[in-house]
């Protein structure tokens, strides 16, 4: 997957996983206010930064941490049921380049060198929220406006 893409051996990549009931085999983070927010915003288009516990596999994260998300698709949703857990992961797209808007773009540019599975991809990158500490910080903003997911964090700051 890094060679085809181009992508630096060291970038992380995410995880995909099929709701937050997954998340304490992956973080030992989890308050009812992170499992609050992360459930408001599940499945879609939020990927959450969280502490990695330290005996998960090598090769996704960073720094201690991984991105998480539960996404809002059946086919990748299908895929973690089959692999029983979390799905690693990257973008479809060449490192750098923009997001693809749909499966012909990703066709003309993989040709026979990956699957390619129809399905809407909307081409918006996910917002990318860093709950390593509270409150948290918008790393990117994407699918989900960043003003929708801090008025999130301000209605659980109480929880």
């Known amino acids: 997957m890094f060679e085809l893409k181009g992508r630096e051996p060291g970038k992380p990549l995410i995880l995909f996983v099929e709701s937050s009931v997954a998340l304490p085999r992956i973080t030992g983070f989890m308050t009812p206010r992170v499992k609050a927010l992360l459930d408001a915003f599940w499945p879609g288009a939020l990927t959450a930064i969280l502490p990695l516990k330290a005996q998960f596999p090598l090769g996704v994260g ?37 997001p693809f808007r749909d499966a012909a773009a990703a066709r003309e540019v993989w040709g026979n060198s990956a699957e390619v599975v129809d399905g809407s991809c909307g081409g918006v990158p996910s917002t990318v929220v860093d709950l390593t500490s509270w409150p948290p910080r918008v790393l990117r903003e994407g699918g989900i406006p960043a003003a929708e997911v801090a008025r999130a964090i301000k209605r659980f700051s109480g929880i």
Request: hydrophobic fraction near 35%; proline fraction near 14%; charge should be neutral.
């Open 62 to 98: 960073k720094d201690g941490s991984v991105g998480i998300r539960v996404p809002d698709h059946p086919v990748p949703l299908a895929l973690v049921r089959a692999c029983g857990g979390p799905l690693a992961t990257t973008s479809a797209n060449p490192a750098g380049g923009e």
